[in-house]
């Protein structure tokens, strides 16, 4: 089967850092991305990286504090989060899709497989 299963998600204090895991399986992927939401509000793009890892794409919001990575060998995504915010808090989604190029994959309907979520929350 395939899927992509997030683990790390966790309670941290404001200032604190997290890893977040996505472990993918049944197949291989081009891009892979994270998505965050809170209840009440749309998904949002938070960060994606290329097939290659190469080329790494982050929203604003993140920007400086989190850094995406993957190993191909492991078929696994990671998304190192660090300096975080309560505004941080929203359950994470990895994301992939079949896209092998050099593009900067933020959009949702870029990506056609999703993890079910884990739980990150930051306090003040």
């Known amino acids: 089967q395939v899927q992509l299963v997030e683990s790390g998600g966790g309670l941290v204090q404001a200032g604190g850092s997290l890893r977040l895991s996505c472990a993918a399986s049944g197949r291989t992927f081009g891009a892979m991305a994270w998505f965050r939401q809170v209840p009440g509000k749309e998904r949002e793009f938070v960060a994606s990286i290329t097939r290659s890892g190469y080329s790494t794409y982050y929203a604003d919001s993140v920007k400086g504090r989190f850094t995406i990575s993957r190993d191909n060998a492991k078929n696994t995504a990671y998304l190192q989060m660090n300096s975080l915010k309560p505004e941080d808090t929203a359950v994470y989604y990895c994301?992939?899709?079949?896209?092998?190029?050099?593009?900067?994959?933020?959009?949702?309907?870029?990506?056609?497989?999703w993890g079910q979520g884990t739980q990150v929350t930051v306090s003040s």
């Open positions: 994301a992939a899709n079949r896209h092998y190029g050099n593009g900067d994959y933020y959009l949702l309907n870029q990506y056609d497989y």
